[in-house]
Each structure stands twice: as C-alpha cells, then as structure tokens.
C-alpha cells in the first residue's frame, strides 16, 4: 500500500513541476516581447527547477516557523517571518492579509446582523457592541 502512497507523491509532484515549467514559460515568455529578449529552453528549464527548489525551501521553513510556535498550522504571521528579508515582498503580503482580515470581519458582522434579524434580535438601525473577549479575537 505504501508503494502506491509513494506513486501518487511522485506523479503530484511532477505535476506540479510542469506547472511550475509553463508558468515560468509564461512569463519568460512575457519578458522576452516587452524586453525584446530570447529565454532558451534550458534556461527556462533552469528557472524553473531553481523556482521549485525555493517553494520546497520556503515549505520547509514555513513548518519549521510553526513548529517552533508549538503550531501545527502555518499562519500569515509566519508568512511574514519568512519575507522579512524583503521589504517590498513584505509590504506586499503585508497589505494582502490586512485586506483579507478587513474582508473577513466585515463578512462577519453581515452574518451576524443576518442571524440576529432572523431570530429577531436587534433591528438594522441598532448597533453591534463588541465585547473585550471578541475584541482581542479579531487581532
């Protein structure tokens, strides 16, 4: 059974790797019209394997941030950790989480005047008050 495990590892793998190929493809072959440059196939092949060894180091990093923190999951807070060395990689990812926190609270408070109007709570004209407990969840 486990050589089967062990199968379906190497084909996802694989996979991924030729992702990875078409994507680098891709964009290399987007510099090459705007810059009036040519990539060669082994270049891009390089790129490519050099692109997918890094995912495989940043996965490894990843964990090793979360279990370090007594975690199992890897969280943005790690995210960060792991692009301190770049500013503007770390501003971007940065803005990216501050937008999908935003995102997310506010599909919370809708969900929760939606339920609290269908058990006929509080009107839609009458403020949420937070509690210190919710509060300090929502940082």
Do not use: P, W
């Not at 996965?59 to 692009?83: C, I, N, P, Q």
């Amino acid at each position: 059974m486990e050589a089967a495990g062990g199968e379906e590892r190497v084909l996802l793998t694989q996979r991924l790797k030729a992702a990875v190929h078409y994507t680098v493809g891709c964009l290399c072959q987007d510099v090459a019209e705007n810059k009036e440059v040519q990539f060669s196939k082994q270049t891009i092949a390089a790129i490519s394997e050099i692109t997918f060894r890094q995912c495989e180091n940043f996965a490894k990093d990843l964990e090793m941030f979360a279990r370090h923190a007594k975690r199992s999951t890897v969280t943005t807070e790690d995210v960060k950790l792991l692009a301190r060395r770049s500013n503007s990689l770390l501003k971007y990812i940065t803005q990216k989480s501050d937008e999908l926190t935003s995102s997310n609270m506010e599909q919370k408070e809708k969900k929760k005047k939606k339920s609290s109007a269908a058990k006929g709570g509080r009107t839609s004209g009458e403020q949420v008050t937070v509690t210190e407990s919710e509060d300090s969840n929502m940082a």
